[in-house]
């Protein structure tokens, strides 16, 4: 028994974005079982409006993963608990780049879902404001505001990281 084209479209879809979905979700999550999780109860809603998408899925995709996220959050707030320091950074260390990749998670973390997510498309994803802004279903005023917001976060809560992006 074989696939019909809709379902063959959608096994190709997933074989070549599951990658790139799983690292968006583990930099939304912080953690590689919540990114599994998070991608596969996404691809479940994607399959199920596959027909109607099929044509253009990444940007309902990538709202349905964001989106997800934020609900998940949202129910699940009271069990987050931030860490209270960051270890110390050496410029001289050889593994200056891990450890760079790991204060950003570290800082990605203790932002709201919402920043998390406005940042990880604009600068991860490269996305424009206003493709955030439909990705988000919201306004690009607030695309603007959170990304400020969380600029603003990321220098309190990682001052270690001013001026990574110019490295």
Same mark, same amino acid.
């Given at each position: 028994?074989?696939?019909?084209?809709?379902?063959?479209?959608?096994?190709?879809?997933?074989?070549?974005?599951?990658?790139?979905?799983?690292?968006?979700?583990?930099?939304?999550?912080?953690?590689?079982?919540?990114?599994?999780?998070?991608?596969?109860? @996404? $691809?479940? /809603?994607? &399959?199920? %409006?596959?027909? *109607?998408?099929?044509?253009?899925?990444?940007?309902?995709?990538?709202?349905?993963?964001?989106?997800?996220?934020?609900?998940?959050?949202?129910?699940?707030?009271?069990?987050?608990?931030?860490?209270?320091?960051?270890?110390?950074?050496?410029?001289?260390?050889?593994?200056?780049?891990?450890?760079?990749?790991?204060?950003?998670?570290? @800082? $990605?973390? /203790?932002? &709201?879902? %919402?920043?998390? *997510?406005?940042?990880?498309?604009?600068?991860?994803?490269?996305?424009?404001?206003?493709?955030?802004?439909?990705?988000?279903?919201?306004?690009?005023?607030?695309?603007?505001?959170?990304?400020?917001?969380?600029?603003?976060?990321?220098?309190?809560?990682?001052?270690?990281?001013?001026?990574?992006?110019?490295?």
């Amino acid at each position: 028994m074989g696939m019909d084209g809709a379902e063959e479209s959608f096994h190709e879809y997933v074989s070549g974005r599951v990658a790139g979905l799983s690292r968006i979700a583990y930099l939304l999550t912080g953690d590689p079982h919540l990114a599994e999780d998070l991608v596969q109860q @996404a $691809l479940i /809603r994607v &399959a199920q %409006r596959w027909e *109607a998408i099929r044509d253009d899925p990444d940007p309902y995709v990538r709202r349905v993963i964001y989106t997800q996220h934020v609900s998940w959050w949202r129910r699940h707030r009271a069990d987050a608990v931030p860490s209270d320091r960051l270890p110390e950074r050496s410029t001289s260390d050889p593994a200056h780049q891990i450890s760079l990749r790991l204060s950003m998670r570290e @800082a $990605l973390a /203790r932002l &709201a879902p %919402r920043q998390r *997510a406005v940042l990880i498309l604009r600068y991860y994803e490269d996305l424009t404001e206003a493709q955030t802004a439909e990705v988000l279903g919201i306004a690009v005023g607030t695309v603007k505001s959170q990304t400020r917001d969380a600029l603003a976060r990321l220098r309190v809560v990682a001052p270690e990281l001013e001026g990574v992006a110019a490295q």
